[in-house]
């Protein structure tokens, strides 16, 4: 089948369409003009398109069952072919029944259901996370992991030999003994061997 998009004039070739099982829709590369066509029926979304009759060379407007010059009914192959030396964009159909170019190998066929589900997913997502973040729950726990993240900083759990546990801001070594402050600012001198462990936290403010 060869045609010519009725927006921009260029011209296409699909080749193989004895691999066609069904309606196949493609873009021109162009201008966007959309064309759906099967073995012998042919549309574009500009309606003004033309496909070529294999019988005599003409281009007929498109949707029509028979060449208006010749008779020829459309999507039957003729053994005489007229010669034809313009330049087509070469598009193949595979035996997969989708719809390549055949120089660059790319799909031009897609799946319209299965891209519909996809956006329409998609969309549902991005509703319900704008939706969430802007109900009170949402903020609320935006609000409280933000407070989190910005108020608290690094403290250590001091636990000495005899079972008690202080929360210090900071500590430091000092020979034979440890120093720290507690969270109530209050300054304490443990010898490093009462000391059973220290642990890393966090202290929110």
């Given amino acids: 089948m060869r045609l ?3 927006t921009c004039g260029k011209l296409y070739a699909v080749l193989n369409t004895h691999f066609q099982n069904k309606a196949l829709t493609f873009r021109c590369s162009n201008c966007g003009n959309t064309f759906t066509f099967t073995q012998d029926k042919f549309k574009s979304s500009s309606k003004n398109s033309t496909v070529l009759c294999k019988s005599c060379g003409r281009f007929i ?4 069952d028979q ?3 010749c008779g020829q009914a459309m999507g039957v192959d003729t053994k005489r072919l007229p010669i034809d030396n313009r330049e087509y964009e070469l ?3 595979r035996e997969n029944g989708k719809l390549y170019n055949k120089e660059t190998g790319k799909l031009l066929t897609r799946n319209k259901v299965k891209v519909a589900i996809l956006l329409v997913l998609c969309c549902l997502v991005a509703f319900g996370i704008y939706f969430y973040f ?3 729950k949402g903020k609320e726990q935006v609000q409280s992991v933000l407070h989190k993240t910005l108020h608290t900083k690094k403290a250590y759990v001091i636990i000495l030999r005899n079972g008690d546990a202080f929360v210090a801001a900071h500590y430091e070594e000092k020979g034979s003994s440890l120093f720290f402050v507690d969270k109530d600012n209050q300054m304490h001198e443990v010898p490093q061997t009462d000391i059973m462990q220290i642990r890393e936290a966090v202290m929110e403010d």
Avoid at 61 to 64: C, D, G, L, P, V
């Fill in 61 to 64: 407007e498109e949707n029509h």
């Fill in 91 to 93: 598009l193949e159909v």
């Fill in 67 to 69: 060449c208006e010059h």
């Fill in 134 to 136: 802007n109900s009170t």
């Fill in 4 to 6: 010519t998009c009725g």
